[in-house]
């Protein structure tokens, strides 16, 4: 069976990375960051994303093993306060409804809990 090997740009496994085709068959690596997909079929375009490593799209054309790095993600800094800052008002709107996407998960539970954040750049 064909096999996804996910390692980080140290060449450590990469466990828990999500691998999901275009149709949406998904995978998650084990420990060891492989991942065997059922099936010989595995031809389509595969997207590896893990919350500590940029995402990755990999077109794969013939059932093989496939070797994946991921490179580590840069974030900007977060500044968390329980209220706003001195002398400004705090947004009146209620939290977003709708899910942020993938790589603002974090901030988005924040701002259902009614946490107000505030992002800066340096």
């Known amino acids: 069976m064909p096999t996804f090997y996910i390692e980080n740009e140290r060449g450590e496994p990469v466990p828990s990375a999500h691998i999901v085709r ?13 991942a065997t997909v059922g099936s010989a079929n595995m031809v389509g375009t595969w997207t590896v ?20 790095e991921l490179f580590d993600r840069t974030l900007d800094p977060v500044i968390i306060t329980p ?29 259902l809990a009614g946490i107000a954040v505030y992002l800066t750049r340096r």
Do not use: R, W
Request: no cysteine; hydrophobic share 35%.
């Open 49 to 68: 994303s893990h919350v500590s490593y940029q995402t990755k799209t990999v077109p794969v054309t013939m059932p093989i093993d496939i070797g994946v």
């Open 83 to 111: 209220d706003a800052p001195s002398g400004t008002t705090p947004p009146a709107s209620p939290p977003p409804t709708t899910p942020a996407p993938a790589n603002n998960n974090f901030l988005y539970l924040l701002a």
């Open 22 to 34: 275009a149709d949406g068959l998904g995978l998650i690596s084990d420990a060891q960051g492989t």
